[in-house]
């Protein structure tokens, strides 16, 4: 490693040289030079290799890194740069750059490049095409943001066309980059040139320093040699130091490459994650530094490692100074990019720079050799190069002309290259050509200088060479290597896409001539796809292997879009499309060629009508669904009835040379492919063929798939006679000999084939005569505009069900513009619902639109078709109206597509539908379906409409040519012995087994009589035409209405009488047995009554006291439980069987108000004082669900071996830990790691007893405590100091009491004392630890604290307003924590007890004691009272003093809590004072705050107004006292006072009462002052006291204010700006790839990658995992911002995702930002996910979610 060593020196000397160089000498000596080049080259060779190459520092801290980066940066700047920019500019670089500044005239173009992740903004209404878009600023300043817009992040690249006027249809300039009103004058910005603004010789100088840097930036980018530099740069001296380079490809593994890396240069794993981090990020990184031989050896073991599966990572052995000069030379692109910045006029000279040709000789730029070898370059040198482009010739619209046509000159080459490559497209420079091709103008010159459209698909074709002997495409023996390439392909459809996307509205003759050729080029593309992928039907055995179809229908998908295209751009020019049409139509003759070859004619005849065809059979013949030509045609052929071009032209057109017959032949086979597959026929074809039906019918390739092929058979319709063409349907269908049948019913029996799959083919067989027919929305087919057939889609959707709007979106095509057009519509047809705090808001159809809903909507699948069915019946139903569903009235045909209607009068369909009919009156075999039957009525319908239609607008002269109701009087021709087909329909309408198709039967009847009404008129006088009809039909309506009326008059009147029958029959029952229910209505009245009432009925509300000697207990209750797994009813008693309730034990930072605090490790952290910051605490949450012990033990038992089981089968995670004790309640399925015991109720005191006043309690305490104290220490040193204390009488140390509890009962409470334990303190269970009681009343005083928070904030009653599971987890929690100190050891609690009083009652002995501003009062309270219970259990008195213990205790703490409060109020804001009297209860503030500032020496300011104390005291105390009635309540199973039942203000008297407090707390003082006075003043006294006052730490202020979600901002763009201007804190200033927001703190985290890990408890984890620790003890809230998504998280392995909080105009979120509607904040949605938060119930929530959702479970939480 010497040469290493030797390298590193000349850093050190640099730094001499910074103090010696300067950089105007150097200019100038360079401008004096001849050889500017060889100047700068030597100059470069000198300082760049000594500058740039230090080896990498590998296990060097990041901080290094940076830190050597920086200095790197500087010396470059200073060293290398400045001299650049004083030759350049010719005096101080940056005085000289603020001139350029002033002095340019900046470009109306924006030009902001995106960041990854950046909002970009695209108007749906202005822009000319998605691509085009605005940055956040232009946006907000433009007109747009008022109209409807996308919003999406950018991928990185691009930039905003703010100021490019072919990128927007109005408003192209937003309010900072609107021109002024001189340069809009067009001549005065054609004549400026950007030139003129600069000096000449600013001019002339810069032109020499551009060419040489950019010449010696691609000399070093394209170099390809390893150890080698240009002439010119090769150093002074050449040491043996190289660096072995590796770098990136898409084929290789994070996993693999850090594998590899770790065997190949011996790093950690982190160095290891590290590189791999850089080299993803870069495109190279060195991995090892040092002579040739050291940096070969890595290579070789790399090259190794990973040549086994695919090709071997790259890595290359390159000579330092090679290295140092390719940093430099991005340094010096990075510089370029950023001078041009200031000056319009150097933007303009780098451009002919970098286009000008070199020399004669070479033909080729410096940005030509950039673009050529773009696929050899890394990662970071394309990005750095495409960036400077973009910045230069991209900007400048003169040379945007230039370099665009080099682009397309060599566009055939730079896709080969890009195909070849495995980088993502992003970083190829063929990703430039959006920039390009999307620009109207440019791309049309292109299109014809350049024959653009043609070199794509020539390209495009030449790459896919698979085919078959046809020539057609062949993608079913594609290797991985082909199959890879085929999606790189790919991109180039795009780019046609591109060229296409704005049709042109004016054609010069060169355009037609270039578009044409491309079509025709197009044309070959499609032949090559006509009949791919054919099938033939699979009979005997299952296809052995599932033939590949993703392929082609991939192809398909792709290319939907440019077909659409292709036509709008032929429709807006008529030789165009009189030409395409020409073209079309001689590729599809050509393809069809041998279509009828080989086949035997047959003729058929039916009804009297006869068909010359040939003999196809789809089952048994190839058919393939991929017909692109034929339908090509279909959509010209439309195009020519849209623009009436066919009725203009008709000599122009070769319609003479269409074969009807032809033109439908493959269209049919595709339509009865789906016909058979439908009836079962194809079952052995595996599920390829049933993913193609599918996908054929899908919206995204239906428009130019089955919507052509049903086009296509309509034009072959409207040029063939109608009983031709269905004849020849019936032959493709295989079902002509049924219907061609003398006697039909008799053949049909005899038929060897499947009956039902028969049925279904004759009812798809009418399905399509009825689509042929009915369907008419195609602008050109029907006389319709593109909004009707939107809206019309719109109907069926929602005539299905009420639909959101994604749902409607998704069900429609888009364009190639990605617009359905819903929006235009949607208002008309249907109204909003909006969503409530879950769901989202959805779409109904409004009424009046029903009439339009048509049975055999052509979109429909099956299931669809039943749903709507049953949905318009039910609707019906509901609104009295008959549930026939006849078809709506369909629009007027187009002159091209009339003769359509005769299809349905002609003797062909009247013979089916009169043999279905006739089947369907004689119900004999199987040989018919209802649903055959319902068709029919539905085209006799369709046929009835049509000739109402003509009647009605048929002027009185003409003759109706449309007589389907003379035709269906008449009975059946010679063959058919039948009746008419009016005849079958009368015989029907009263059949018992058709009560279904009753009403659809009537209403063709009264339709075949108002028509012949109809026409008896128009044959008498043609005035009253349709009035009559009308009276006919509503005389029939009427009567239908009475009869209606009748039958619901007799059903009303029948249940009547049922009902009172009923009634008199109890009644009857009820005398009879009139003792049994006397008996038992009086014992519901008593059970009711002691429910209700307490037992002293003398009570009344004012007196209820829940604490103290006149307290009223519960005890007299009976508490009966039912055990939820075996069903037995208990009593809770404490010497019973134990019942226990599933509960969650969870650490909790909800309340906390410092989360910085860094707390001791476990082992030594001391809980016995809650600090008042409640930085962190133990919540417990319970679903309420209760189990005997022994049940819930058996239960658990049964969990744990199923999960060993598990474990042994197969790896993954379960949604709960069973190793931390954690279970699913075996009824809700609610996360649960522990129970809590029941216990029951306290007993009532004894009133008979007189209780002692506030002194003498606390003097037999204190005595107490001295006995307790000297008992200990006689314990632990076996001598007694001294005298011994005055013992109180009764009182004995020795005594052990009696436990009031069964053994099963203690053990329930180890349970749980102990879980908490474990949870609180994040440790293994030890029963031993004196701090495991502690931990239960800890849980209990935070839970009853953050339960009283809530009810605080959202207004709730103090009372009765909490749930009964919350309500039962907290009674059996607070009795639990006052029976917990029953199950450890005496002298424990009794210690515990002993330091806790010395915080009220200050003591000498005890030491380490808080001072009062540490200690968070509530806690103390109920730490004191819960441990009270175990000093009072030794006194054997026979004196209960137990409740005014507690009294006393609430009394003190109070007290305590007040001067807290007064000592941390703040009073900076100074009210008016309310009156001038003053109250007591100011008078007394006011003394007790004078006494605290005489304490302590007026560290405490001077206060004015008594009042203002009052209040912020009241206010301060309020929480605790709140908390503290709760608490007592629980205790003590007090009954609430009704005052407290209810919300609303005024609450403060019925507190204190219930509390036993008088209503002025400070009578607490003055009453007992002497008493208090002493202690107050110890409190005060106190170091820390004065300490905190005088600013040492933190001072929590009283009331606390509750802790919420961070606020978010209601616009989402602006997070997401704030996202993509984040940058990942370790890895320097690279973009975050997933950012993530903190909901709780607000930090903004790098989720999801390697950098950012870091090491928690042993193991690596993701930035948001580590951040709950600190934050969210564990859990975390985050909002993941380019996915809009919330993440929960909770510890390492369990997390889920959950909706986010912010919703688009529809009500919907947006998880994805995939459909890009604008999102704004729900208010309710946030606040409900701060419900959950505040509640605890993350934890219960990611449970649920992992239960429901399996493979949630299987994520690597702990990564993210």
Known sequence: MAAAESD???????????????AKDTASRWLAAADLQQEVYSHLASYVPRILCVGPIGGGSSREEQREEQREELACQLLLLAPLEWLLLGEEPAAGLALLQENNQPSPLCGHVFKVGEPTYSCRECAADPTCVLCMQCFLGSVHKEHRYRMTTSLGGGFCDCGDAEAWKKGPYCQKHTPSDSSRDTEEVCVCDPLAQLPPDLVARAYSIFSIILRYAVDMLTCEQEDQLPAGLEPPERGDSYYCMLFNDEVHTYEQVIYTLQKAVNCSQKEAVSFATTVDRDGRKSVRFGDFQFCEQAKSVIVRNTSRQSKPLRVQVMHSSVVAHQCFALKALSWLGQILQYSDGLRRILCQVGLQKQSEEESSSLVDRLMLNDSKMWKGARNVYHQLLMNSLLMDFKYKKVFAIQFAKMYQRLQSDYVKDDHDREFSITDLSVQMFTVPSLARMLMVEENLMTTIIRTFVDHLRHRDLQGRFQFDRYTAQQAFKFGRVQSLIGDLKYILISPPSQWSDQLRLKFLEGLEAFLKLLKCMQGMDPVVRQVGQHIEMEPEWEAAFTLQMKLTHIISMIQEWCSTDERVLIEAYKKCLSALTECQGGLADGEQPISLSLAGHCVETFRCQVSQDKVSIHLPVCRLLAGLHVLLSRTEVASRYPEQLPLGELSPPLLIELPLRCLVLCAQVHAGMWRRNGFSLINQIYYYHNVKCRV??????????????????????????????????????????????????????????????????????GERYVSGVGQVESSEDVRREIIHQLSIRPMSHSELVKALPENGNKETGVERVIDTVASFKK?????????????????????????????????????????????????????????????????????????????????????????????????????????????????????????GDEDVTFKYTCKITRPGEAPSTSGSVLALLESLQNAPHLEVHKNMITWILKMVSSIKTMRERTSSSSSVTISQGGGLEETLRDKDKAERKRKAEMARLRREKILAQMSEMQKHFINENKELFQQSLEELEASTSTELSPPSSALTCASQVCVGPRRVGGAERRQLVTCILCQEEQEVRGHGRAMVLAAFVQRSTVLSKNRQRSLPSSEHLDPVFMPPDLCLGTHTASCGHIMHATCWQRYFEAVQLKEQRRQQRLRGHTSYDVENGEFLCPLCECLSNTVIPLLPHTHTPDHSVDHPSLEAWLVTTNQQIEALKSAHRRQSDGVSEGAEPAVPKGFRVDFTPQNPFSSSISEMITTFSLS????????????????????????????????????????????????????????????????????????????????????????????????????????????CVLSYSSVHALDQSGRSVMDSGHLHLLQLVTVAHLVQVLLTSTTEEVFMDQDSGGSEEEELTWQLYCSLRKHLNSVLPEVSSGWQLWSRLKAGVLPFLRAAALFFHYLNSAAPPTDLLVAGPGHWEALCSYLSLPSNLLLLYRNQNTLLEPLIQRWCCHPGVRQSLQGGGVIVRF??????????????????????????????????????????????????????????????????????????????????????????????????????????????????????????????????????????????????????????????????
């Open 8 to 22: 590193i020196d000349p850093s050190s000397s640099i730094c001499s040289e910074f103090l010696h160089f300067d």
């Open 704 to 773: 130019e798939m089955f919507d052509k092929d049903i086009t296509m058979l309509q034009a072959g319709a409207s040029m063939m006679d109608p009983n031709h063409f269905l004849m020849i349907v019936l032959s493709r269908f295989e079902l002509f000999y049924i219907f061609s049948s003398a006697d039909i019913r008799k053949r049909y029996r005899e038929a060897n084939k499947d009956l039902v799959q028969q049925n279904t083919l004759i009812e798809e067989m009418l399905h399509l005569i009825i689509m042929v027919i």
């Open 1599 to 1760: 009331p606390r204010e509750s802790n919420r979600l961070i606020n978010l901002p209601e616009d989402y763009s602006i997070l997401i700006n704030q996202a993509s201007s984040f940058t990942c804190p370790r890895s320097g200033g690279d973009k975050s790839r997933a950012p993530t927001l903190c909901l709780v703190c607000g930090s903004m985290l790098c989720s999801q990658s390697y950098c950012c890990q870091t090491e928690v408890d042993g193991e690596d984890v993701g930035a948001c995992t580590a951040h709950t620790f600190t934050c969210g003890a564990g859990l975390g809230l985050f909002l993941r911002v380019r996915e809009s998504q919330v993440l929960f998280v909770a510890g390492k392995t369990k997390g889920c995702f959950y909706p986010p909080p912010y919703l688009d105009d529809y009500g919907e979120t947006d998880q994805g930002l995939k459909r890009g509607n604008p999102l704004h904040l729900c208010a309710e949605r946030y606040r409900k996910i701060e419900r959950l938060w505040r509640q605890h119930g993350i934890a219960e929530v990611i449970g649920h979610a992992q239960e429901a959702n399996q493979t949630l479970v299987a994520i690597d939480w702990q990564h993210l």
């Open 1316 to 1423: 908490t334990y474990k949870v609180g303190l994040k440790v293994n269970p030890n029963e031993q630890d004196a701090r495991v009681p502690v931990l239960t009343w800890a849980t209990c005083a935070y839970t009853i604290q953050s339960i009283e928070r809530l009810l605080m904030d959202e207004e709730k009653p103090l009372f009765g307003s909490l749930p009964c599971r919350q309500d039962d987890c907290l009674s059996s929690l607070t009795r639990l924590g006052s029976a917990c100190w029953t199950s450890a050891p005496l002298k424990t609690v009794h210690t515990h007890f002993i330091r806790l009083f010395s915080a009220l009652v200050p003591d000498c002995q005890v030491e380490n004691s808080p001072c009062l501003l540490d200690i968070d009062m509530f806690h103390l309270l109920v730490y």
């Open 835 to 955: 969503p409530g705090v879950t769901g989202r808001g959805l779409y109904e159809l409004r009424p009046e639109w029903n009439k339009h809903f048509n049975l055999y909507f052509h979109h429909y699948s099956r299931a669809d078709q039943s749903k709507a069915e049953e949905a318009q019946r039910k609707l019906r139903r509901q609104n009295g109206e008959d549930t026939a569903l006849p078809p709506p009235l369909p629009p007027p045909l187009c002159p091209l597509f009339g003769s359509l209607v005769n299809l349905l009068q002609c003797d062909v369909l009247l013979a089916i539908e009169g043999a279905v009919l006739q089947w369907a009156v004689e119900p004999s075999g199987g040989g018919w379906t209802e649903s055959m039957l319902q068709r029919v009525l539905h085209l006799v319908g369709l046929a009835l409409l049509e000739e109402q239609q003509q009647l009605e607008n048929c002027s």
